[in-house]
């Protein structure tokens, strides 16, 4: 994908103005989502990016399926537009085809300054946080009086991630050390009892399947093992290199403070 394919919606100067990244898989742009991008782009003095997703493209093989995918595509757009237009905002979309983190991390590369993302319903959040360089936003519907959308946003880095790291990093501790302690027993079993074994062997019949049955199950407990301790090896290289951290923690806050100061001239 290329800048090109980016369909304008007015004067091609929009694209110094800073972007809001609002995402979707299917031709349709849910009601709170084209409501929070729009209020969020006013306030912040953004222009919004309207992605359409084609997540499955082979279910769009027939020309009449394409023609209902783009028709529904100009229907939100316009709906968009018409919403964005009193206040101002300037509004573009492109529509792609793959995965969702993919497609992100891509137009985060392709277009300039790229404030943060909003996802529709539908979207996976861990798939969109994978390929995404900058803050996600998540639109939830609320149906109480007075309420028409709530937001959550979620950066790769902060106190949840580290959470999550430490929990799978003792997951990975406790099952290293439990199929490594199975590992020994039946090593143990095998150099201490060979004669047992070989006798039970010797027996034949049902006592041969149940002796094959027990080898494969050793054979399991050691690959299980094996996995664990690469496992655990993985997340220890992974978290050696830590010095850089604090570096994406000061660009992201510094990119919070830039937005809260927008949202104070805005207003």
Known sequence: MTTEQIQT??????????????????????EPVMEYGVNVAARLGCRLLIVFVNTLPLLLDSVEKQQQFSASI????????AKAKPRNIHVDYVQDTGRINKVINNLCHIVKRVEFVVIDKGINLEN?????????????????????????????????????EKRSRMCAWLQTAFFGALTIAAYGAIIKYPEAISTFWNKGRLHSFLLIGSACLFFIIQIRFAKSLSSLLRSGIQDAPDQSEPKKESRISSNKGTMKQRSTTAR
């Not at 360089?133 to 979620?154: C, D, E, I, M």
């Open 128 to 164: 969109a946080l994978s390929g995404s360089p900058v803050p996600v936003f998540n639109v939830l519907s609320v149906n109480r009086a007075g309420a028409g959308y709530k937001t959550g946003s979620h950066l790769k880095t902060g106190k949840n991630s580290q959470d999550g």
């Open 9 to 30: 919606g007015g004067s091609s100067s929009a694209s110094s103005i800073p972007a809001i990244l609002v995402v979707t898989r299917n031709g349709k742009l849910s």
């Open 74 to 81: 100009e229907q939100s757009v316009a709906r968009i537009r």
